[in-house]
């Protein structure tokens, strides 16, 4: 990738900017408010303000961290909203993991059938592991 490709990929929309604040009760997770600006750092009131609400929750493989976009105009709204949101994104996201582990399991090659894979690690894409390098989320 040449220097001038990957500076147009990193960056920043002037038209897209937020300022963000963060609230939390440091126990069960945060939201943010991100306010629209301009590039001049003032308010963008053409824009809707958006909140987003952020947990996690403990696997076998350690934190999982999950965020959600909560459909609501205020902060007040926004805790409120929270618990239903966040229950329906870490069910979300469990049923991805369970359909994640049914793909990779699915795809498990048994030794003498490599499909021509030979010394390469016995999985598509090279030394072992999961095709594409990983979960993708």
């Known amino acids: 990738m040449n ?9 920043l929309d002037a038209g897209a900017l937020y300022q ?10 945060t939201i943010q408010r991100l306010t ?16 987003v609400g952020q947990t996690q929750v403990m696997s076998p493989a ?7 976009e909560l459909e609501v105009t ?6 409120e909203a929270f618990p239903e949101a ?21 795809s498990i090659m048994v030794p003498g059938q490599d499909g021509g894979m030979g010394g390469r690690g016995g999985m598509p894409g090279g030394q072992g592991g999961l095709p594409g390098g990983g979960l993708k989320l």
């Open 86 to 106: 966040a229950e329906r994104a870490v069910e979300e996201t469990v049923e991805e993991l369970k359909r994640l582990q049914r793909e990779a399991q699915s």
């Open 20 to 29: 963000e604040e963060t609230f939390t009760d440091r126990r069960v997770g």
């Open 36 to 51: 629209p600006v301009t590039a001049d750092g003032e308010a963008d009131p053409a824009r809707a303000v958006r909140y």
């Open 62 to 68: 350690g934190a999982l961290p999950i965020s959600l």
């Open 74 to 79: 205020s902060l007040s709204e926004a805790v």
């Open 3 to 11: 220097d001038s490709s990957m500076r147009d990929q990193l960056g």
